[in-house]
């Protein structure tokens, strides 16, 4: 008789790697794959299976043509969402199904705890308070839509610290200040394109603002500064013609700022309209960035801003609608705008498409004859350029220098070419 046949054991399932990955890698698999691929890593493991749900980060985009576009979608996704939604973002065009439901959808995440949110919307969609229920957001970036006024006992956004407008209107000018003066802590404010109903200027004031930018095709004069006194980064970007008195008086008010971007254009000479004095002093100004073209106007600016501003150590000028030049600011002109002690503590210098005119090559050379503490100066070349680059960097080796220390590099149009030093 045969001895049984004993049987074999089974041999142990291999183990389910994507069940041992650890919570924090299998979070941030997640929400990098984007949300509709989230929803589908159910079917890959057990252990994985609604995992989507308790997500912390939650991102739609609701464009025409695609499934998600569908409203119902959403509410189910809100819906079957168990815990807190940290970051939220959403996606929204002109032709979507679900633009009227945005109100409900933001009515439905102000319970949720969000503290980041990024919305973007088109123009013409209007958002009602459900906005100003988020009393733990952090960061709030919006990029369109129409903005109603703030509810009776809006109390503000207590913890948050970046506010980013990008192609927003709002229907009066007080909300837009309610929520800058109504958050304490706000750090970041950016304001690109956005449109100020009223005839009076609207008041930016924020004890803790470090970071301000301000992008507008419109009037400077819609905007006024309060009080900034913690400002340390500025940028202000019009892409229109000022006004000398009114536009010194509005750049006053980032006084305080340790580094100062400008990107303007000056009106034509006409009397008295020139920048030509500030009522202030730029004390904190450590890094100045200037885009602009450099006619006579526009250089008895530049003059004017460097003189008030006694500390500056870094200068940087892009100049543009450099084709030609209409007005000439010989050396002579120049040497007299300079004044004792100004730009005693400019150390680096940078000086881009340039087409070496006459008025541009005056004042290289003259910054370069006074600036006693300078370390380095570069001169890039523009797309036109009015002499050959043998003969700037002549001109450039016979250029006097204040400080014995200073180095001058210079680069041509051939991007494969290197920097050269003028020795």
């Not at 959808?105 to 013409?124: E, F, K, Y």
């Not at 304001?191 to 008041?203: F, G, I, K, R, W």
């Given at each position: 008789?045969?001895?049984?046949?004993?049987?074999?054991?089974?041999?142990?399932?291999?183990?389910?790697?994507?069940?041992?990955?650890p919570?924090?890698?299998?979070?941030?698999?997640?929400?990098?794959?984007?949300?509709?691929?989230?929803?589908?890593t159910?079917?890959?493991?057990?252990?994985w299976?609604?995992?989507?749900?308790?997500?912390?980060?939650?991102s739609?985009?609701?464009?025409?043509?695609?499934?998600?576009?569908l409203?119902?979608?959403?509410?189910?996704?809100?819906?079957?969402?168990?815990?807190?939604?940290?970051?939220?973002?959403?996606?929204?065009?002109?032709?979507?199904?679900?633009s009227?439901?945005?109100?409900?959808?933001?009515?439905?995440?102000?319970?949720?705890?969000?503290r980041?949110?990024d919305?973007?919307?088109?123009?013409?969609l209007t958002?009602?308070?459900?906005?100003?229920?988020?009393?733990?957001?952090?960061?709030?970036?919006?990029?369109?839509?129409?903005?109603?006024p703030?509810?009776v006992?809006?109390?503000?956004?207590?913890?948050?610290q970046?506010?980013?407008?990008?192609?927003?209107?709002?229907?009066?000018?007080?909300?837009?200040?309610?929520?800058?003066?109504?958050?304490?802590?706000?750090?970041?404010?950016?304001?690109?394109e956005?449109?100020?109903?009223?005839?009076?200027?609207?008041?930016?004031?924020?004890?803790?603002?470090?970071?301000?930018?301000?992008?507008?095709?419109?009037?400077?004069?819609?905007?006024?500064f309060?009080e900034?006194?913690?400002?340390?980064?500025?940028?202000?970007?019009?892409?229109?013609?000022?006004?000398?008195?009114?536009f010194?008086?509005?750049v006053?008010?980032?006084?305080?700022?340790?580094?100062?971007?400008?990107?303007?254009?000056?009106?034509?000479?006409?009397g008295?309209?020139?920048?030509?004095?500030?009522?202030?002093?730029?004390?904190n100004?450590?890094s100045?960035?200037?885009?602009?073209?450099?006619?006579?106007?526009?250089?008895?600016?530049?003059f004017?801003?460097?003189?008030?501003?006694?500390?500056?150590?870094?200068?940087?000028?892009?100049?543009?609608?450099?084709?030609?030049?209409?007005?000439?600011?010989?050396a002579?002109?120049?040497?007299?705008?300079?004044?004792?002690?100004?730009?005693?503590?400019?150390?680096?210098v940078?000086?881009?498409?340039?087409?070496?005119?006459?008025?541009?090559m005056?004042?290289i050379?003259l910054v370069?004859?006074?600036?006693?503490?300078?370390?380095?100066?570069?001169?890039?070349?523009?797309d036109?350029?009015?002499?050959?680059?043998?003969?700037?960097?002549s001109?450039?080796?016979?250029?006097?220098?204040?400080?014995?220390?200073?180095?001058?590099?210079?680069?041509?149009?051939n991007?494969?070419?290197?920097?050269?030093?003028?020795?």
């Amino acid at each position: 008789m045969e001895p049984p046949r004993r049987r074999r054991r089974r041999a142990a399932p291999a183990p389910d790697r994507l069940t041992s990955l650890p919570e924090h890698l299998i979070e941030g698999i997640l929400s990098r794959v984007g949300f509709c691929d989230a929803v589908r890593t159910s079917a890959l493991s057990r252990a994985w299976r609604r995992r989507w749900e308790s997500l912390p980060t939650l991102s739609l985009s609701l464009l025409d043509g695609r499934l998600s576009t569908l409203p119902t979608t959403v509410d189910s996704v809100l819906i079957r969402y168990a815990g807190s939604i940290r970051d939220f973002s959403i996606r929204i065009d002109a032709h979507s199904s679900s633009s009227c439901r945005i109100d409900d959808w933001l009515i439905a995440l102000s319970r949720r705890g969000v503290r980041s949110m990024d919305l973007r919307l088109h123009c013409g969609l209007t958002i009602n308070s459900s906005i100003y229920s988020f009393s733990q957001l952090v960061t709030l970036k919006l990029h369109g839509g129409y903005v109603c006024p703030t509810p009776v006992g809006f109390a503000g956004f207590p913890v948050l610290q970046e506010l980013k407008l990008v192609d927003v209107q709002f229907s009066v000018k007080e909300a837009l200040e309610a929520i800058i003066s109504r958050s304490p802590l706000l750090a970041v404010l950016e304001l690109c394109e956005v449109c100020n109903p009223s005839d009076e200027p609207c008041m930016i004031a924020a004890p803790n603002l470090r970071s301000l930018t301000i992008v507008l095709v419109c009037d400077y004069y819609a905007w006024e500064f309060g009080e900034l006194p913690r400002l340390d980064n500025a940028t202000i970007d019009f892409d229109t013609y000022v006004n000398g008195d009114d536009f010194g008086a509005f750049v006053a008010g980032v006084a305080h700022a340790r580094r100062l971007t400008l990107s303007t254009f000056y009106q034509p000479y006409f009397g008295d309209i020139l920048l030509e004095t500030l009522p202030c002093t730029f004390a904190n100004l450590r890094s100045l960035f200037l885009s602009t073209h450099f006619e006579m106007y526009a250089i008895l600016s530049t003059f004017c801003l460097l003189r008030n501003a006694p500390n500056l150590e870094d200068l940087e000028i892009a100049i543009i609608n450099n084709q030609e030049q209409e007005t000439e600011a010989n050396a002579e002109f120049q040497n007299t705008q300079w004044t004792d002690g100004m730009c005693a503590s400019l150390q680096v210098v940078k000086i881009n498409d340039i087409s070496c005119l006459s008025n541009e090559m005056c004042f290289i050379e003259l910054v370069l004859s006074k600036a006693a503490a300078l370390r380095k100066m570069t001169i890039s070349l523009g797309d036109e350029c009015s002499m050959s680059e043998e003969n700037v960097q002549s001109k450039l080796y016979t250029y006097r220098r204040a400080s014995p220390s200073a180095q001058v590099f210079f680069k041509g149009i051939n991007e494969l070419i290197d920097w050269v030093r003028i020795v």
